[in-house]
């Protein structure tokens, strides 16, 4: 079974600064996918970076980079030079290989970004 | 390109009532598809979720049903509505078979169950 862990409290961060989103995981699969999203207060769900079981490499998209560290069963995204559009809610999830494996979510992060 | 439509927005339903919330998914064929339920500040769970028509798979005992009658078209429905099923539902779909293919979601309908 595949777990997500998001244990922070919500987030303060000032504008321009950098911060960190904390994501640990659990599976028995080697092959794995590690995703994060943001949720505004529209609700809609808005996809930002993919990590791959098997990538050496940690991904970047832009302002977003995934702290990968696979020992230790940690996806972290950070988010540099911080925006007030950033305050919203972030989401860590998982998904093994497979045609049927489901998408696995955290429980969310609530981020909030000061002027 | 492919897009994905979710509908209504936001729904106010007395207790006991029907639900019929559709799902809709243009530019792309035989998609697999899923119903998410958001609790108020909280994660995703999974509901429902279908690989093609007809195919329909529970995640968690309910009272809420799923319906996949064409290719493209996701239903999610209840008989009678209960308080608990307030929240944010959201539909979505999975571009390919591979892992590194996440999910693009709609943008959620919003009920309240009064």
């Known amino acids: 079974a595949q777990k997500i862990t998001q244990t922070q409290p919500g987030m303060f961060v000032q504008e321009k600064e950098a911060v960190t989103l904390d994501c640990t995981y659990d599976t028995s699969d080697q092959s794995y996918g590690l995703f994060w999203y943001k949720q505004p207060s529209s609700g809609e769900m808005i996809f930002l970076i993919y990590?791959?079981?098997?990538?050496?490499q940690n991904a970047t998209e832009g302002r977003y980079s995934l702290n990968f560290q696979k020992a230790r069963k940690s996806a972290n995204l950070v988010i540099s030079a911080s925006q007030l559009g950033d305050s919203a809610m972030y989401f860590c999830a998982m998904r093994s290989s497979g045609a049927n494996s489901k998408l696995t979510f955290g429980k969310g992060i609530t981020l909030s970004v000061r002027p | 390109s492919q897009t994905i439509h979710q509908w209504p927005a936001t729904l106010v339903q007395p207790v006991g009532s029907p639900l019929s919330l559709e799902c809709t998914v243009e530019?792309?064929?035989?998609?697999?598809l899923y119903w998410y339920r958001q609790a108020a500040g909280r994660g995703l769970q999974l509901l429902f979720y279908?690989?093609?028509?007809?195919?329909i798979s529970s995640e968690v005992p309910q009272n809420l049903s799923a319906s996949r009658p064409q290719d493209r078209q996701f239903i999610l429905s209840s008989k009678k509505l209960l308080l608990s099923d307030s929240g944010f539902y959201l539909c979505?779909?999975?571009?390919?078979?591979?892992?590194?293919?996440?999910?693009?979601f709609g943008s959620g309908t919003r009920l309240t169950v009064v």
């Open positions: 979505a779909w999975r571009r390919g078979l591979g892992v590194d293919y996440g999910y693009t």
């Open positions: 530019g792309t064929s035989n998609p697999n």
């Open positions: 990590q791959g079981s098997y990538d050496e």
């Open positions: 279908s690989v093609g028509i007809g195919q």
